[in-house]
């Protein structure tokens, strides 16, 4: 069983000097806790986190990773997550070791909204800033994942 948790970053300040740079916005980081929480009340404990390295993703990450009590050693930027587009980030899920039993991938919209569409066969109405859905596949390989084995996709945060 592979576990991918989906996080879209927490509420960004509307202005910076470019987008990759836009902060978390003070409402932002204090969703991000409050989200972050209901992860944990869930049991998420990721092996490993993937996050864009654009400021409001890669904060929204550290937040969870602090709260979760998961190392930031644990957090891996990857820059392939900042407007890649759900096929892009799907084939570097599936480049993800396999000794990684839960993955949580922390990025932006639309791009992990059409990600959840592709690989799940329940829709998910809305991926909201700070949103976090839990996708789970009958695999053992991440090279696998599909909508074929997705046994179950569930929001649990946001």
Not at 22 to 32: N, P, Q
Not at 104 to 118: A, K, Q, R, Y
């Amino acid at each position: 069983m592979k576990t991918l948790i989906i996080l879209r970053h927490a509420k960004a300040e509307k202005n910076g000097p470019s987008d990759f740079e836009r902060k978390l916005s003070d409402e932002g980081k204090i969703a991000a806790e409050h989200n972050a929480g209901q992860m944990k009340q869930h049991g998420i404990n990721p092996d490993l986190i993937i996050s864009s390295p654009a400021k409001r993703a890669l904060k929204t990450a550290k937040i969870t990773a602090k709260i979760l009590n998961i190392s930031d050693n644990l957090i891996i930027e990857d820059l392939q997550i900042y407007a890649a587009g759900a096929s892009k980030l799907i084939k570097l899920l599936r480049h993800t070791d396999d000794s990684f039993k839960e993955v949580m991938l922390v990025g932006h919209n639309p791009d992990l909204f059409e990600m959840i569409e592709e690989l799940s066969p329940q829709p998910v109405d809305v991926l909201r800033p700070g949103d976090a859905v839990m996708l789970k596949f009958e695999t053992n390989s991440w090279q696998k994942i599909s909508a074929e084995n997705c046994v179950s996709t569930k929001k649990i945060a946001g």
